[in-house]
């Protein structure tokens, strides 16, 4: 079991911690405000709702959940406390990306000063399918790991793989940019094709394992 904390409280938060709760891990919620999330209908039950400082307290994974530009100074700021954990950066940078030739998670390890323990996933997962039990065509998106350190990554696959995702490594940091592209192209091709509905993704076919 690991004890996960969640950074913020958006859509995927909420989407991944309802997940990872029912999978039997201990999910704690961070907040910039705290009480008004405990006040709130989750729909699931964390082990700690608090402040950031308080949620990243005695977990061993942590998930970025924040909007990518807050990203930077959120590391920064809690540098000290992310040391030794799993860090999952989920944000998506669109427009805010400094320059193409990087991705995303790499500025957000810029700004943690390694890239031990970081672990770009589910850049390219809508929130709405984290728990679903299929798409429309029956299939689960993939989940696209990319980082640098493999013990990390294997933290992250096996826990994509509690939420009943296949998971796909997409190798070192610097191949998350191109899943960051995926990500502006997926949003065209939902809106086109769905209206929408933000309840499709990638899945990579021609594999033996299903
Ligand atoms: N929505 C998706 O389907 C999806 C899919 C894949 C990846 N992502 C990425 O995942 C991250 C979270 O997405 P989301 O859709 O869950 O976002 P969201 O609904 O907008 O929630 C973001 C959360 O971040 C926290 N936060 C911290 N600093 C903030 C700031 N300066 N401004 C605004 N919010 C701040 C807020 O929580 P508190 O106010 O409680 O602190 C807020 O609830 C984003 O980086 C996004 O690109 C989203």
């Known amino acids: 079991m690991s004890t996960i904390a ?36 989750l729909g699931y039950e964390p082990a700690v709702i608090g402040d950031y400082r308080t949620a990243l307290a005695d977990s061993d994974t942590v998930v970025l959940a924040i909007p990518f530009t807050a990203v930077a100074p959120f590391v920064e700021e809690h540098r000290e406390a992310l040391a030794g954990k799993t860090i999952i950066d989920i944000s998506n940078p669109f427009d805010a990306l400094p320059s193409n030739e990087l ?21 390219d997962n809508f929130a709405a399918t984290v728990n679903a039990p299929g798409a429309a065509d029956g299939n689960r998106p993939d989940v696209k790991i990319a980082g640098d350190d493999d013990e990390a990554k294997a933290v992250v696959a096996a826990l994509a793989a509690d939420l009943n995702h296949r998971v796909l490594d997409c190798g070192p940091l610097h191949n998350a940019r191109l899943i960051d592209s995926m990500v502006s192209l997926m949003l065209i091709l939902d809106r086109t094709y769905t209206g929408f509905t933000m309840k499709t993704g990638w899945r990579f076919t021609g594999l033996t394992e299903n």
């Not at 958006?10 to 910039?32: C, D, F, N, P, Y």
């Open 6 to 41: 969640i950074m913020g409280t958006g859509l995927m938060a909420s989407a991944l911690g309802e997940g990872w709760t029912k999978a039997g891990h201990q999910v704690h919620i961070g907040s910039r405000s705290p009480e008004e999330v405990k006040n709130a209908d």
């Open 103 to 123: 991705a995303g998670a790499e500025y957000t390890a810029k700004a943690l000063g390694t890239t031990d323990g970081l672990v770009a996933a589910f850049k």
